[in-house]
């Protein structure tokens, strides 16, 4: 059964490091996400992308964070300047086609840990 | 703004019995439905979702109930096994949010089966 994978699963990194998280969704699906969990808390929306652009993005998601699909089956989260408060599990997620479109499938997630 | 509570925090039941889990939404407009398990270290795995053209679904041990006019849906596992002890999440999604398909999670279940 085809799986979202993720890498790294745990990346450790200094205050102010840029980051770089990596998924591939399923081959054919169109639509892709990022969450965040943070330890003990609720897994939070941060951006969806769709036809290689944001479609929405959360208040989380703000000029730190970027997202890319540099070719036909990576998509990438970039964190340019870690804070100590983006220390989270990242998750990446993707759905298909119309009428599945709302059916999100999830990837194992990246842990980052911030110093 | 869109919330989803989720109760009990923590369930725990003896083998064979029964545990349900309940949640609650605010956006009217949420029409879709998932119920997610995580084990630990993994990411979250889809065992079931409803739409709100539905009241009820049913996968073997697992269905869902979905009640509109209250904005609320519940997850009844049955006959419960050591291997269904996991963290589960329901969630919510509202298709006019710039159809996105944005999950808004509720905090999470921790369920317990007692052999």
């Known amino acids: 059964e085809p799986e979202v994978t993720q890498t790294p699963s745990h990346q450790v990194t200094q205050m102010g490091q840029e980051v770089i998280l990596r998924c591939v969704p399923i081959s054919n699906h169109l639509y892709f996400y990022w969450y965040r969990q943070i330890l003990g808390q609720k897994v939070e929306f941060l951006v969806s992308f769709y036809n290689n652009e944001i479609s929405e993005k959360s208040e989380i998601f703000d000029d730190q964070f970027s997202v890319e699909r540099p070719d036909g089956s990576n998509f990438t989260l970039k964190i340019r300047s870690t804070k100590l408060e983006d220390s989270a599990m990242y998750f990446c997620a993707s759905s298909p086609r119309w009428p599945r479109r709302d059916t999100q499938y999830f990837g194992p997630g990246t842990r980052l840990t911030v110093l | 703004g869109e919330n989803v509570e989720q109760h009990p925090s923590t369930l725990s039941v003896q083998e064979g019995d029964s545990a349900v889990i309940k949640c609650t939404y605010s956006d009217s407009a949420s029409n879709y439905f998932p119920w997610y398990k995580q084990e630990l270290g993994k990411g979250p795995q889809l065992i079931i979702d409803i739409r709100s053209n539905v009241g009820e679904k049913k996968d073997q041990r697992i269905a869902v109930t979905l009640n509109k006019t209250a904005k609320h849906f519940s997850l009844h596992i049955t006959e419960t096994q050591p291997e269904d002890s996991a963290v589960y999440f329901c969630?919510?999604?509202?298709?006019?949010?710039?159809?996105?398909?944005?999950?808004?999670f509720g905090q999470g279940t921790t369920l317990q089966v007692k052999p």
């Open positions: 969630a919510a999604s509202n298709p006019l949010s710039g159809n996105t398909g944005k999950l808004i």
